[in-house]
């Protein structure tokens, strides 16, 4: 079966997030990322080259597409493309708003793709099932979001929601934010749940959304009271941040 151009057209769609609606679909790129996925999830179009299907197991594939280099760089959204691209079907988590005796994060507005990305991939490294979202947070399936979870997105639940109306119906749980007037982490008293919101590449959190905090936490730099950066990149501030929840649970 040949890459048509409709074929070709409705890959290069999935790059706005109003056709990944539209279909439920997403693009994966990368030998190590399809195979990652295709156990996992279903997979409507496999476009690779013949050495990748060589060693692939295609037998539960809506449709198999045999192309050479060149085909595939048409398709493809990567500076440099692999041998493999995958259209898959989107896993939607199931609705939960309970999360008193789990530790969540809750992202409020991230916007760059490659920290929601490495956020996502963090969450699954430290187990920390559940990530809720403002509705303009990063989409989970913009392509560069999912090149950056490296599969983490099929271990990790991501909730798109209203974020204030999420907190206030999770008032007696703790809710920590990260602020450059908080209090020290490492000196503060956290529990080993609760939700953790990290804010905006550039404005970090909201004031809607800071009235529901409970704990502000500061990642101290060293030594103290040295002259430094501004703030953390968002993505390296959670791993940090993750790290030491983790650590005293």
């Not at 403002?134 to 271990?155: C, E, F, W």
């Not at 999770?170 to 020290?184: A, H, R, S």
């Not at 970090?204 to 704990?215: A, L």
């Not at 703030?231 to 940090?240: E, K, R, Y």
Request: proline letters at 4%.
């Amino acid at each position: 079966m040949s890459l048509s151009k409709n074929r070709l057209k409705y890959i290069r769609s999935l790059k706005e997030k109003k056709y990944r609606s539209e279909y439920g679909t997403f693009v994966a790129e990368g030998n190590k990322l399809v195979c990652d996925l295709l156990p996992l999830l279903k997979c409507q179009m496999l476009v690779a080259t013949a050495s990748f299907l060589a060693t692939t197991d295609t037998s539960n594939i809506d449709e198999v597409i045999e192309v050479n280099d060149n085909q595939l760089a048409q398709a493809s959204f990567l500076q440099n493309p692999q041998q493999a691209l995958g259209v898959f079907f989107q896993q939607r988590a199931e609705s939960t708003e309970d999360v008193k005796d789990q530790l969540v994060l809750a992202l409020d507005g991230i916007q760059d793709p490659g920290n929601m990305g490495t956020i996502v991939r963090l969450a699954d490294w430290y187990g920390i099932k559940n990530i809720f979202c403002s509705h303009d947070t990063a989409d989970i399936y913009n392509p560069k979001v999912v090149q950056a979870t490296m599969g983490a997105l099929t271990r990790v639940n991501i909730h798109y929601i209203d974020l204030a109306d999420f907190l206030n119906k999770n008032k007696n749980t703790p809710v920590y934010g990260t602020f450059l007037d908080g209090k020290n982490m490492y000196e503060q008293e956290i529990t080993p749940h609760g939700i953790v919101v990290m804010g905006n590449e550039g404005n970090g959190i909201r004031p809607e959304t800071e009235k529901f905090i409970t704990k502000k936490l500061y990642i101290p730099n060293y030594p103290a009271g040295q002259e430094t950066s501004e703030s953390l990149n968002v993505a390296v501030a959670t791993a940090i941040i993750c790290a030491e929840f983790r650590r005293r649970s």
